[in-house]
């Protein structure tokens, strides 16, 4: 994959099979700039996005489906509802659910809904069939969140749920990797090349660069250069 911002000669190669890249931008107002043109696009608002990311075939891609932005790693809901929505449905889709099980449990629960007295004049309604999905509904099923502070591992459960649960191709970060040592952003890189993979920073500033990382800065002069490994 490659990104390319009109107006700039240079592009940024973003490793298809796993690998970290990063896209510096140095002027302020330029950084805004683009990323609010990023962001307008992900979100499928009116705007002229100047940022474009091709594959390999030289096909763009599509931000709002290829693509998964986080510009927050600590706040980000991995049970939020499109991730769960996706979880549910693979878990319908290929689990060996125990058809006997279920409609046993049924068959308990339609017992103790049709037991209930509430002393009003007009009889309850609720379904009669329970599914495996109103199963996971009940029981509240979700990803595991980490609810410890380690910003590692949650990125690594938001590039899972990105790869195997929503299909996308890429995960941007903006303003996120200063909160990486050099030894996790080195856990990372394995980490992503151990599942074919890919994360393209988005920073103001990058003081610690990778032997094996690209990246195309962009400096307060508007002036650009790329550092390819």
Not at 138 to 159: C, F, P, Q, S
Request: net charge negative.
């Amino acid at each position: 994959m490659n990104i390319s911002i009109s107006g700039f000669d240079n592009t940024l190669f973003i490793p298809s099979d796993g690998g970290i890249a990063t896209l510096v931008i140095c002027n302020d107002l330029f950084f805004r700039s683009v990323v609010e043109d990023i962001l307008d696009t992900y979100t499928k608002k009116e705007g002229n996005n100047r940022t474009v990311i091709y594959d390999s075939n030289h096909d763009p891609l599509n931000f709002a489906k290829d693509i998964l932005i986080v510009t927050d790693i600590y706040s980000y809901d991995l049970a939020n509802r499109t991730i769960t929505a996706v979880l549910y449905k693979n878990i319908q889709d290929n689990s060996d659910i125990d058809a006997v099980k279920l409609a046993q449990i049924e068959t308990g629960i339609l017992d103790i809904l049709g037991a209930i007295n509430t002393g009003f004049s007009q009889n309850l309604n609720y379904q009669t069939e329970i599914s495996i999905n109103d199963l996971l509904k009940m029981a509240h099923v979700g990803l595991e969140a980490n609810t410890g502070n380690n910003y590692l591992d949650k990125l690594y459960g938001i590039i899972d749920s990105a790869q195997q649960l929503l299909s996308k191709r890429l995960v941007i970060l903006i303003n996120q990797r200063q909160l990486l040592s050099h030894s996790e952003l080195q856990a990372l890189l394995q980490y992503l090349e151990n599942n074919h993979f890919s994360v393209l920073f988005i920073e103001k500033n990058c003081k610690d660069k990778l032997n094996e990382e690209n990246i195309l800065a962009i400096d307060d002069d508007l002036y650009d250069f790329s550092t390819n490994s």
